[in-house]
């Protein structure tokens, strides 16, 4: 069935253009680096910190109490800079697909399987958010790329390290809570190293995620300004 003819022979009003991506797209790389930078750091701190509980373990008189008041300290805040870097690069990252996710729906407005509000309790609500922001993330992918390929290597790839990262990660942080003898805070501390490196790996992929995504948004914005281009706006 056809679209009825416009009202008064007047042709449809041109989609609205799309809004600028890179901005974004930048802020959320940067906070990505600096948790990847932070990450790096607070694993060596970890590292530091566990011969240090060794060393105490096999001979508590041969550590100054100042160096293990330092080390209690210096790990403690780690553990705060690394949680508030975390938190600003999430922050970054939903920002950036919000906009992205905006700009889908001009280019594809009935390619999503998800509202809006899933954007962000697509995340946090059990069970769901093992596919929920997977889906979002692939109907934008879908409604940006301009060519036929639906090659989505990168970003099963991304999903993955992310799942595996959060779940030993959310490991980590418990055996951290329940560890009350020596030897157990120095396990969770080496472990700590093994969730860093995993969130690293899911961090690096997800800068290419987003590199991926703005470029394609970014083509799109390019071609609007150059009718006769496939892929350009109607200039009406």
């Known amino acids: 069935m056809y679209p009825p003819p ?9 989609p609205p253009p799309l809004r600028p991506v890179r901005g974004l797209a930048i802020f959320a790389v940067v906070m990505l680096v600096c948790y990847s930078l932070v990450g790096v750091i607070a694993a060596v701190i970890d590292l530091w910190y566990a011969d240090l509980i060794d060393r105490i373990m096999a001979d508590v008189d041969s550590v100054p109490e100042s160096e293990i008041n330092a080390g209690d300290l210096v790990y403690g805040l780690s553990g705060i800079l690394e949680t508030g870097v975390y938190v600003g690069a999430i ?51 879908d409604a940006s790329r301009r060519t036929p390929s639906r090659s989505r290597g990168l970003f099963n790839a991304w999903w993955a390290a992310w799942l595996v990262g959060s779940w030993v990660s959310n490991v980590g ?14 396990a969770a501390a080496s472990f700590d190293v093994v969730c860093i490196g995993l969130m690293l790996g899911a961090a690096v992929l997800a800068i290419l995620v987003i590199q991926r995504i703005t470029g394609a948004q970014e083509e799109h914005r390019s071609a609007a300004f150059a009718p006769g281009l496939p892929g350009a706006y109607p200039a009406y």
């Not at 920002?95 to 009935?110: C, G, K, Q, S, Y």
């Not at 942080?173 to 120095?186: I, N, S, T, W």
């Open 6 to 14: 416009p009202a008064h022979g007047y042709p449809p009003p041109p």
């Open 91 to 141: 922050v970054a990252f939903l920002i950036w697909l919000f906009r992205v996710r905006a700009n889908a729906e001009i280019l594809a407005p009935h390619g999503h399987r998800n509202a809006k509000p899933w954007l962000v309790f697509g995340w946090i609500i059990p069970i769901i958010s093992f596919w929920i922001p997977k889906q979002i993330v692939n109907d934008i992918w």
């Open 173 to 186: 942080a418990r055996l951290l809570f329940r560890a009350d003898e020596p030897e157990q805070v120095a």
